[in-house]
T-cell receptor, first 115, second 113 residues
Framework: DSGVTQTPKHLITATGQRVTLRCSPR?????VYWYQQSLDQGLQFLIQ???????AKGNILERFSAQQFPDLHSELNLSSLELGDSALYFC??????????????FGEGSRLTVL | LAKTTQPISMDSYEGQEVNITCSHN???????ITWYQQFPSQGPRFIIQ???TKVTNEVASLFIPADRKSSTLSLPRVSLSDTAVYYC??????????????FGTGTRLKVLA
């Protein structure tokens, strides 16, 4: 158990819909990272937050948005869903703003299926 | 941001030592090298991290030459349960304070009985 909690574990929805994925980082971790992993693909970095502020953006679509709340939990919002958005969405957390001297702790992921 | 290159896949037999090499020619001075292991439908799990020379923990060793343009993850005496995808990551920090922790394609290790 990494200490990172993601909900829901599974989600099935239809094209055009909007969903929200939630992540609670490990106690004491200030940074939250979101990744997307499609079937048999690598992990695509989406976005990073540190103590409530956006720190870095990866290949995140304009239809996707995220935020980190004062209690440090984070939400990833996916809207106007397309079939290609079906994937595992991972949240990770780390203590510091930089991962250079620390490790990322990953949650178990939220599996999104868009029909 | 340093780009990493790893073999796509490797096969090994139980009890053998496995070495996976990662190339990162554009590594920056303040970049660390980190390796993760991922099983199907699970989040990646930290294996080991290093900056230079050699680092060893209870599960693996990491060898980094002086020029730091490559690194080698060494798994001693692998078992069937070591079958997984192994990712090499480099750096993440920039002078602007933004951090993009980008995974490469990884190496799919298959351990055979």
């Amino acid at each position: 158990d990494s200490g990172v909690t993601q909900t829901p574990k599974h989600l099935i929805t239809a094209t055009g819909q909007r969903v929200t994925l939630r992540c609670s980082p490990r106690s004491g971790d200030l940074s939250v990272y979101w990744y997307q992993q499609s079937l048999d693909q690598g992990l695509q970095f989406l976005i990073q937050y540190y103590n409530g502020e956006e720190r870095a953006k990866g290949n995140i679509l304009e239809r996707f948005s995220a935020q980190q709340f004062p209690d440090l939990h984070s939400e990833l919002n996916l809207s106007s869903l397309e079939l290609g958005d079906s994937a595992l969405y991972f949240c990770a957390s780390s203590v510091a703003g930089s991962v250079n001297t620390g490790e990322l702790f990953f949650g178990e992921g939220s599996r999104l299926t868009v029909l | 941001l340093a780009k990493t290159t790893q073999p796509i896949s490797m096969d090994s037999y139980e009890g053998q030592e496995v070495n996976i090499t990662c190339s990162h020619n554009n590594i920056a001075t303040n970049d660390y090298i980190t390796w993760y292991q991922q099983f199907p439908s699970q989040g990646p799990r930290f294996i080991i991290q290093g900056y230079k020379t050699k680092v060893t923990n209870e599960v693996a060793s990491l060898f980094i030459p002086a020029d730091r343009k490559s690194s080698t993850l060494s798994l001693p005496r692998v078992s069937l349960s070591d079958t997984a995808v192994y990712y090499c990551l480099v750096g993440g920090g920039t002078t602007s304070g933004t951090y993009k922790y980008i995974f490469g394609t990884g190496t799919r290790l298959k351990v055979l009985a």
